[in-house]
């Protein structure tokens, strides 16, 4: 039980692969509570991880909003939103794991190779990524 007496917040934990690392963490003896949020609800959602945990000691954020478009489809609203979703949430998860997580804490973010290795009808979530 390597985690054992640790506790994490695990950001979209509900399905994929957030909940193969919800299982994970658990079967290494960690506490865990879900969230699944906006970059406004970063915070609040820590403070009440936190504070029913009794302190975090990891966060991961395993977000990801996406979705196969050709670029003639692309939208600014649809811009909008992957950003919000892969970019200020992930901004403020960090600046809140910062601040809150107890020492030595663990901040893991995980991504996609899309990020990196993109197609057109995947432009916009390699880049928000």
Do not use: H, Y
Request: hydrophobic content about 50%; proline content about 3%; glycine content about 10%.
């Amino acid at each position: 039980m390597l985690l054992s007496g640790k506790t994490a917040l695990v950001l979209d934990g509900a399905d994929g692969i957030g909940a193969a690392i919800v299982e994970s963490l658990r079967a290494e003896g960690a506490s865990v509570v879900v969230a699944t949020l906006t970059s406004a609800e970063v915070a609040p959602a820590f403070d009440q991880a936190s504070a029913s945990l009794g302190g975090v000691d990891i966060l991961v954020n395993a977000i990801s909003d996406w979705d196969v478009e050709a670029p003639q489809a692309w939208s600014a609203d649809r811009w909008r939103e992957l950003s919000e979703r892969n970019g200020a949430v992930a901004v403020n998860a960090a600046q809140v794991a910062l601040a809150g997580l107890r020492r030595p804490g663990a901040v893991c973010f995980i991504s996609t190779t899309w990020a990196m290795a993109t197609s057109p009808e995947m432009g916009l979530v390699g880049a928000s990524k």
